[in-house]
């Protein structure tokens, strides 16, 4: 319960969203030498 609240705590700018995550990496994915298997 106390890792749910100190998440709540943060501010919404210092939140990372996984798919905003995913989505950036397999844009510059050939840059960052991820395949596409390491993807799926």
Known sequence: ???????????????AHKWNVFRAICAARARLGVSERALT
């Open 1 to 15: 319960m106390a890792s749910q609240a100190a998440s709540k705590a943060r501010p919404p700018e210092k939140v």
